[in-house]
């Protein structure tokens, strides 16, 4: 069965801080990998997503995060946080093919310090 | 335009009741998703239409729960007998077709006493 791992469930930056969060997914076929991010008071939304071509994949806000196939990993980065970066933040990944059911990881809540 | 609306925001029932969530998607989309998010939790796979049908449902926990989506645009997820292990926050989301960005609602928060 899928599944999705967020090492880190919260994270505290100051303002400025280079951000990474990790995302490790276990299923042995091609897929589609995902962030979604949840600003306090709002609904989730996406952030960045991968389906083909250059594993460095740039979203929103500054974020881009890289696939690595032979790590099963799907890092986000972001260079420098900034307060409004406070959110929680969302890996996900569903295969390419058969049913698009979507597997969320557990979220990292990331606080940013002014 | 609008987007996904999910009603009631809010919902309280005493164990062993019946109720039923409501979820409105973006126009056009043919790809609706209900999950189930506890508190801590990342967001919990229920079941996916594409269209009036139900294109996966293994992720609906038992027989107590049931979702429609008869005319291919707003669902209800319903659950019967509910117990306190149901209280989450229940979103729905849609897309254009079942591979896209998924744009999610507000969520409806249940509580089951």
């Known amino acids: 069965a899928q599944s999705v791992s967020q090492h880190n469930h919260h994270v505290i930056l100051s303002e400025a801080a280079s951000l990474e969060l990790g995302c490790n997914y276990s299923?042995?076929?091609?897929?589609?990998l995902f962030w979604y991010v949840q600003y306090p008071g709002q609904h989730l939304q996406l952030l960045l997503k991968?389906?083909?071509?250059?594993?460095l994949v740039k979203g929103i806000k500054g974020f881009e995060a890289e696939f690595i196939k032979s790590k099963f990993s799907f890092n986000l980065r972001k260079p420098s946080v900034q307060w409004s970066d406070t959110a929680e933040y969302f890996c996900?990944?569903?295969?390419?093919?058969?049913?698009?059911?979507?597997?969320f990881g557990t979220g990292t809540r990331l606080k940013v310090l002014a | 335009g609008a987007g996904v609306s999910q009603t009631p925001s809010n919902k309280v029932t005493e164990k062993g009741k019946y109720v039923e969530l409501r979820c409105d998607p973006i126009?056009?989309?043919?790809?609706l998703y209900w999950y189930r998010q506890s508190l801590g939790q990342g967001p919990e796979f229920l079941i996916y239409f594409q269209g009036t049908g139900a294109a996966d449902d293994s992720g609906l926990p038992n027989d107590r729960f049931f979702a429609v989506r008869p005319e291919g645009s707003v669902s209800t997820l319903k659950i019967q007998r509910t117990e306190r292990g149901d209280s989450a926050v229940y979103l729905c989301?849609?897309?254009?077709?079942?591979?896209?960005?998924?744009?999610f609602g507000p969520g409806t928060r249940l509580l089951v006493l």
């Open positions: 991968y389906f083909s071509g250059d594993p």
């Open positions: 996900a990944v569903t295969r390419t093919s058969g049913t698009y059911k979507y597997i």
């Open positions: 299923y042995g076929g091609t897929v589609n």
């Open positions: 126009s056009g989309h043919t790809a």
């Open positions: 989301a849609s897309s254009p077709s079942g591979l896209e960005t998924q744009y």
